[in-house]
């Protein structure tokens, strides 16, 4: 038996070990990578906020801030090449995509014009769903629900529930003195009648 044979026959012994103990601990079957290493020893060598986490399969560039308890999801992509803050609380689902930039000019002028940067700023308490892309300088305010696959192209104020391509307001996030949450959309913003809770 080579080397490689030895190296190759441990590495499946720790993949089957460690996925049987995922799977006892926590019922999920997960990737190889994502087994070996821990999602909030990752966020805190990136620096982001207490109880922060962040999948392996994560792309990160430049200037990334993220505060406590936030929630990276896999396969999600976060430009801070013009400057991403993303607040406390926060879940920002699988596959979702921020930009602080784009080449749209750059490319259309042959190289010419530079690349084009504007800050993101999601503030805390948000939900931002699966596979969304927020485009350069927007700003979501806190509480806000983004439903799956929009576009975010456009300023979301707090307390806002939104989805679309592109993005648009469809509703509102109330919450009480006790905490309780509901979500009201406006129907005829979606369906044409009159609001509804979705709580």
């Not at 720790?14 to 995922?22: G, I």
């Not at 596979?131 to 305010?141: D, E, H, P, R, W």
Request: glycine share 12%; with cysteine; hydrophobic share 35%.
């Amino acid at each position: 038996m080579t080397e490689l044979d030895r190296v190759l026959k441990s590495l499946v012994r720790l993949y089957e070990k460690l996925r049987s103990d995922m799977r006892e601990r926590w019922q999920r079957d997960l990737p190889f990578d994502e087994l070996l290493f821990d999602r909030w020893e990752r966020a805190k060598s990136l620096g982001f906020g207490e109880g922060a986490s962040i999948y392996h399969t994560s792309y990160i560039y430049g200037d990334v801030r993220v505060g406590k308890y936030t929630w990276i999801g896999p396969y999600t992509l976060l430009d801070g090449s013009g400057g991403l803050t993303i607040g406390d609380y926060c879940s920002i689902s699988a596959g979702v995509h921020i930009y602080t930039h784009d080449t749209v000019k750059w490319a259309l002028s042959g190289g010419e014009a530079d690349y084009e940067r504007a800050p993101v700023r999601i503030g805390d308490c948000c939900y931002i769903g699966s596979q969304t892309v927020v485009a350069k300088g927007v700003t979501i305010g806190d509480h806000c629900v983004v439903g799956a696959c929009s576009f975010v192209n456009q300023d979301i104020p707090p307390h806002t529930v939104a989805f679309g391509i592109p993005c648009r307001l469809v509703g509102r996030v109330e919450i009480n003195e006790s905490g309780n949450i509901r979500l009201v959309l406006n129907v005829r913003q979606v369906a044409g009648s009159d609001d509804e809770d979705i709580s």
